[in-house]
Structure formats: C-alpha cells, structure tokens
C-alpha cells in the first residue's frame, strides 16, 4: 500500500477527545530490525546502522508500496 491510513503500525496524532488529529501526522510504529551479520564481518564504525525518519501523513502517499503494510483489524 502506498496510503498508511488503515496500517496496524501507523500511530496517528489525536486532538484532546481522542479523533485523529486534522493535520494528519503520524508515525510508523513497526520495529524495524537489521539481521545479525556473520561473525566475520561487521559494520563500519562497529555499530549497525540506524532507520531514520517513520513520519507518515494521510495526506500524500507513499512513493512506493510499503512492504510492511499489516491492515488493522477493526
């Protein structure tokens, strides 16, 4: 999907009673893992790169499909 609207990872920004927020900011909250390398090779100053970003919003779409899209169960 390139719309995280319905994502089960998307933690979407809510006014004080609760509805999803008008500026329709959020984050992606899925937990991003990088596999473990082999012992005989390591990462370039010995700490494994960081994701960055996880901002998303309603209101553009992705540039690509989001390999990780989950649909929330409602």
């Known amino acids: 999907m390139k719309d995280c ?4 990872y998307a933690d979407w920004q809510r006014t004080t009673t609760g ?3 008008p500026s329709g900011d959020g984050k992606c909250s899925y937990n991003y893992r990088l596999p473990d390398l082999p012992q005989s090779m390591w990462w370039l100053g010995k700490e494994p790169p960081k994701p ?5 919003t309603r209101k553009q ?4 499909h ?3 899209f989950l649909r929330e169960m409602q």
Request: charged residues 25%.
């Open 5 to 8: 609207t319905y994502c089960k």
């Open 19 to 21: 509805r999803l927020h």
């Open 52 to 56: 960055y970003g996880r901002w998303i």
């Open 61 to 64: 779409l992705l540039d690509d």
């Open 66 to 68: 989001c390999v990780y």
